[in-house]
């Protein structure tokens, strides 16, 4: 510790950036390891691993219960009002058929002005109280449909993004358990962390310079059906993924991923300091990740901690990446159009993350499942493998029942006289 105060302090007064991060070089582009040039001067490591052997046929999409299987339709109206409250109606919902119309309500900002104070009020003062004028209706009706990714598939992709000061690495247990079971994955090191390029500019921090950068992976990679699976800051590039090729993204799975909200910098942040602070405060900073990311604070989560490279980060890169979360299209709205199935995993011992935070995503989501561990912290892939990847996998290997209409009208049966 008393090293890392005393090298920022001469950053302080020599007015040297402290530590720039660029590409390991003892990493080579063997093991499944390859370096991607998203741009010029700007290559990120990636993960790319999967089976050998020959792709199998894709199965026919036709099935016994007359082709209806996985089938599913939506018809959804969100409204958002002046006041600020969103009106999500889910006109058409389900497997094949209809489902009673049902609507969420959601306030997303406090009542202002006359309006407020109507709604307030309860109608005193004999003031007619007017009706509440949208602001914007979005209309959406689509119809897709959803298998299983069983392993072995040639048109199926995992990709893994990982979130703020991690790696690629967080993804271990996961990249292997998949592997084994003979699927694709891809896993990149986002800029600045692991052993991709880290420029010394805030701006390559941004959260759109990164959404491109997974852009970019994606397309490079992207098969048929391919799903997002993000945790924390990851889980935001794979909402934008999923909303940008909707024919694409198979299904989504967000990891700790936090609410349905637009990102925005926080004006009072310990990480608005000086990157020389920040670099004396780094043991501290390692320390209260360790508090607040893992349920348990042993010598196993300590190498958990080292193993995957978590906060593992110049301040340059800490302080560009935190500052840079701005992402006024991710709101309520934007979440609420998104059609795809989506698996919410929460460690219910995270103090970065509150557990209601992934309550209202499901809400607001279309399809969505939330599953709670109760051992698990923030880094519950790290703490929890075997009970992640079990909850992966059988959202991998789900597909959604066929409608009773879809199925076959059954034969009578033939009696003794016949």
Not at 81 to 87: D, Q, T, V
Not at 241 to 263: F, Q, R, S
Not at 301 to 321: I, T
Request: aromatic share 8%; charged share 20%; proline share 7%.
């Amino acid at each position: 510790m008393l090293t890392g105060v005393t090298e920022g302090f001469l950053c302080c007064l020599l007015g040297s950036p402290p530590n720039a991060v660029g590409p390991l070089e003892s990493v080579e582009s063997g093991d499944g390891y390859t370096f991607v040039e998203v741009k010029p001067g700007r290559v990120l490591r990636v993960k790319h691993a999967g089976p050998a052997s020959a792709p199998s046929p894709p199965s026919p999409p036709d099935t016994a219960q007359g082709g209806r299987a996985g089938l599913v339709r939506c018809q959804r109206r969100i409204t958002v009002y002046r006041n600020g409250r969103l009106l999500v109606e889910n006109l058409e919902h389900g497997q094949g058929g209809c489902e009673p119309q049902a609507s969420l309500e959601v306030e997303l900002a406090e009542p202002s002005g006359a309006e407020g104070r109507a709604h307030a009020g309860g109608g005193g003062g004999g003031r007619r109280r007017r009706a509440r004028r949208p602001k914007r209706t979005i209309h959406i009706d689509c119809e897709r449909r959803v298998t299983s990714c069983k392993g072995a598939q040639a048109d199926v992709v995992l990709f893994f993004i990982h979130g703020v000061g991690g790696s690629l690495a967080i993804w271990k247990a996961q990249l292997d358990f998949f592997v084994r079971l003979g699927y694709e994955v891809v896993a990149p090191d986002l800029a600045g962390h692991g052993a991709s390029s880290a420029p010394q500019v805030a701006a390559a921090y941004t959260f759109y310079a990164l959404a491109e950068d997974m852009r970019a992976i994606f397309k490079r990679y992207a098969k048929k059906r391919n799903v997002l699976i993000g945790h924390s800051y990851g889980v935001s590039f794979c909402t934008f993924l999923a909303h940008e090729y909707p024919d694409l993204v198979h299904k989504v799975i967000m990891i700790n991923g936090g609410g349905p909200t637009a990102l925005e910098p926080s004006i009072c942040s310990i990480f608005n300091m000086p990157a020389c602070v920040l670099h004396c405060l780094s043991p501290c900073l390692a320390w209260s990740f360790l508090k607040a990311g893992f349920a348990r604070q042993g010598a196993k989560e300590k190498q958990l901690l080292k193993e995957g490279n978590a906060f593992n980060v110049s301040s340059f890169v800490l302080r560009a990446m935190m500052s840079g979360q701005y992402w006024p299209e991710g709101d309520e709205v934007y979440h609420a159009e998104l059609t795809v199935p989506v698996l919410l995993v929460h460690g219910m011992h995270d103090k970065f993350v509150p557990v209601e935070e992934d309550q209202r995503m499901a809400e607001i989501l279309l399809l969505a499942f939330l599953k709670l561990i109760d051992e698990g912290s923030h880094m519950v892939m790290l703490e929890c493998p075997e009970t992640v990847n079990t909850l992966l996998h059988e959202f991998l290997l789900w597909e959604p029942e066929p409608s009773p209409r879809a199925l076959p009208e059954p034969q009578p049966t033939p009696t003794e006289e016949e």
